[in-house]
């Protein structure tokens, strides 16, 4: 009995390793090359491009060079709203993003852009990478994307061409850039001070014409933007913890084999340490040459005020969002 068992067991798994032999070699479109294009707004060595050049040598490496990723750096296709919609229309493939303007689309992952939602970065990552983050992805779905994974992008703090800021009051009457997302309006507004929502790309020009008195961004992005030139005051509020996320087109991952589809998953997943390894390398070093550029970085600032100041904003969204913002806050 126990022979015909292990007879049957060796017919099985050679029977596996024919099927799956014979599929790969009477299966020409699987050999076809498929190269996935990739966008990001940042420049070559920003911490997110080297996440979707690591993804891409990974499946490089893994598939025999039959899977590759051609990344786009420095906006090179658009600014971040339209790459995020030419993925959704199939026309691109990847587009590397702030969650930030995704919640126009995609409205439970507005939940992320909530003012002071995290209490640290441990806990941002706790979250995005534990059962809520995968719920979230998996909303994306239904909006004509694959969510295939959450990248480090630290905290977000208010700078400006005008003082420094150490209260509410100094905040008055300033006008800051916001990301597109009119969450990003409301906690401005909650603050005291106005917003307008604009591209990335023209943040620089806004700041340096005057059209806007300030912005709010981690540090790597305050520095390669080169903000910190015309802005010379980053107070360290903290008040926004947006992780970046990877979408890739629907529409172009329901054309791949179930392999494949694993492949760009588990590339996408392991990119993503690598991706916060280097977001933290950056993100001292950018601090650190901001110090060296003048700049004076406030750090002397009651939160407590700021963070009671949202209230308003968590009421607005309470309807929508209420669950995801008890669950997260849960998340010890
Ligand atoms: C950066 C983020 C970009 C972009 C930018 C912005 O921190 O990495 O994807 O969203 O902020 O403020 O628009």
Redesign the pocket.
């Known amino acids: 009995m126990k022979k015909l068992f292990t007879v049957l067991l060796v017919l099985a798994v050679a029977g596996f390793a024919f099927a799956n032999g014979g599929s790969e070699s009477s299966d020409t479109a699987s050999a076809e090359p498929i190269v996935l294009k990739a966008a990001d ?2 420049a070559i060595d920003y911490p ?1 491009v080297l996440g979707l050049i690591k993804m891409g040598e990974l499946l490089d490496e893994w598939t025999d060079g039959r899977i590759t990723i051609e990344v786009y750096p420095s906006k090179q296709l658009g600014e ?1 709203k339209e790459t995020i919609e030419q993925v959704q229309l199939g026309a691109l493939d990847i587009v590397r ?2 969650v ?2 995704v919640g126009t689309i995609v409205p439970e992952l507005s939940v992320l852009s909530l003012p002071y939602i995290f209490r640290s970065a441990e806990h941002s990552y706790k979250v995005v990478d534990g059962e809520i983050g995968d719920e979230l992805l998996a909303l994306c779905e239904p909006h004509g994307f694959v969510g295939l994974g959450w990248y480090g ?1 630290g905290q ?1 703090s208010f700078y400006n061409t005008k003082r420094p800021i150490r209260s509410l009051e100094d905040l008055d009457g300033l006008k800051f850039r916001v ?1 597109q997302n009119p969450v990003f309006v409301d906690m401005v507004d909650a603050l005291g001070a106005s917003a307008t929502p604009m591209a ?1 790309g023209e943040v620089y020009t806004a700041l340096s014409t005057g059209v806007i008195d300030g912005a709010e ?2 540090y790597p ?1 305050f520095y390669t933007s080169n903000h910190y030139e015309v802005a010379g005051y980053y107070t360290q509020d903290e008040h926004l913890r947006v992780p ?1 996320i990877i979408l890739m087109s629907k529409k172009v991952f329901d054309t791949l084999s179930a392999e494949d589809q694993e492949l760009i998953k588990k590339a996408a997943a392991e990119s993503v340490p690598y991706q916060r390894e280097q977001w933290d390398l950056m993100a001292a070093e950018s601090r650190k040459k901001m110090e060296e550029a003048g700049v004076e970085i406030i750090t002397d600032v009651d939160k407590t005020p700021f963070i009671n100041a949202m209230a308003p904003v968590y009421e607005k969204h309470a309807a929508t969002l209420g669950p995801w913002i008890e669950r997260i806050q849960a998340v010890k």
Do not use: A, L, V
């Open positions: 707004t940042h997110t971040e993003t702030s930030g303007p992008s977000r990301m990335y961004n981690n992005s970046e």
